[in-house]
């Protein structure tokens, strides 16, 4: 099969297409032919080690040395089930499932091999594979912190959320949405139009205003950019008010929150937002728009069609 492998770490001419042996799923893995995958900032990063520091000393220990040990990136998936192990029972061949592999990547290939009883579920009926893949890394992530700043536990909490336009940050509007918050959402005047798709009406233009000086008091800021601090917004915080920041902490999957993903998109209350689709063998192109750090919502991937 088809696989984008990541030769070592450095620009995004470091990836390259190349023949490699398809996966065997063991008895309690499904074999899926992958439709759809993101390309995400975590997987620029990963590719990239762009991060400072010691973390960097600590992202080769995990990751591998002079390149990633598991050199097929990609962490979401969207496909369609080929084969399954002896003790399958959750999935069917010709399903259409999604999911995400975490650190075990390996999604920017033709098939992958899961565990039924990992981050996969039957995609929403009402998605394509490309709407389906986009939703992943952004929602379990918006998912997870905004878990952590317990969003569900009051009606109409006053949320900020900066960097609204990001995969993670339309994501959170639309989860903070699910809970009834009370949004004021932050983004560039080129975030604008988006923003007020995702139906968010406080919204702040940070290359016109700075949000910092607002006299607004908030219940929970979410920094789903990771530019800001708690010291810098705490004027901003109520008493008891919460700050989560996507660099403080890694989000972990779950289940729970790709199911809820599914639901919400099966009620059209969560939808996809594609900035833009790049074939497989553009990913050099794709991986690079995705490092600019300035595309809007999410960047699909189209493995097969
Ligand atoms: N901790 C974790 O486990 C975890 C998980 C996932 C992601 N992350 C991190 O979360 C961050 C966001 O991820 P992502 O995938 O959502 O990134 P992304 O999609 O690449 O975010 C890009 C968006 O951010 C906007 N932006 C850039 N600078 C901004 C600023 N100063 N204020 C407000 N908006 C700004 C950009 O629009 P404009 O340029 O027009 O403003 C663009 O729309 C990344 O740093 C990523 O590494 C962490």
Redo the contacts with the bound molecule.
């Keep these: 099969m088809k696989a984008v492998i990541c030769t070592k770490y450095g620009t995004p001419e470091v990836l390259q297409i190349q023949e490699v042996s398809k996966p065997i799923p063991n008895d309690n893995q499904i074999l899926v032919k992958v439709v759809a995958t993101a390309v995400?900032?975590?997987d620029v990063?990963v590719r990239s080690l762009d991060v400072k520091g010691f973390m960097k000393v600590i992202m080769r220990l995990v990751l591998g040395i002079s390149r990633p040990r598991k050199s097929i990136l990609g962490v979401v998936f969207s496909g369609v089930v080929e084969s399954i192990g002896d003790n399958v029972s959750k999935f069917k061949i010709s399903d259409n499932v999604f999911g995400m592999t975490g650190f075990k990547f390996g999604t920017y290939a033709e098939y992958i091999a899961v565990n039924q009883n990992s981050n996969v579920l039957e995609m929403p009926k009402n998605a394509t594979f490309e709407e389906a893949a986009a939703i992943i890394?952004?929602g379990q992530?918006a998912i997870?912190f905004l878990d952590k700043a317990k969003i569900a536990k009051k009606f109409n909490q006053k949320i900020l959320i900066?960097?609204?336009?990001?995969?993670?940050?339309t994501a959170a509007v639309q989860i903070a949405k699910h809970y009834n918050a009370n949004i004021t959402a932050?983004?560039?005047s080129?975030?604008h139009k988006l923003v007020s798709e995702l139906e968010v009406k406080n919204i702040v233009l940070?290359d016109k205003e700075d949000f910092i000086s607002r006299v607004d008091r908030f219940n929970i800021i979410f920094d789903?950019?990771?530019?800001s601090n708690k010291n810098q917004c705490k004027n901003l915080l109520n008493e008891n008010g919460v700050f989560k920041s996507?660099?403080s902490?890694?989000?972990s999957e779950s289940i729970q929150q790709l199911q809820l993903l599914k639901d919400l998109f099966e009620k059209r209350a969560f939808k996809a937002t594609i900035d833009k689709t790049f074939p497989m063998d553009k990913i050099v192109d794709a991986h690079r728009y995705?490092g600019t750090?300035?595309?809007?919502?999410?960047v699909v991937l189209k493995i097969s069609q």
């Excluded at 900066?162 to 940050?169: D, E, L, N, P």
């Excluded at 789903?224 to 530019?227: C, D, E, I, L, S």
């Design positions: 995400n900032s975590g990063r890394f952004g992530t997870h900066i960097g609204a336009t990001g995969s993670v940050g932050v983004c560039s080129n975030g940070y789903a950019v990771g530019k996507v660099s902490g890694y989000a995705v750090g300035r595309k809007k919502g999410n």
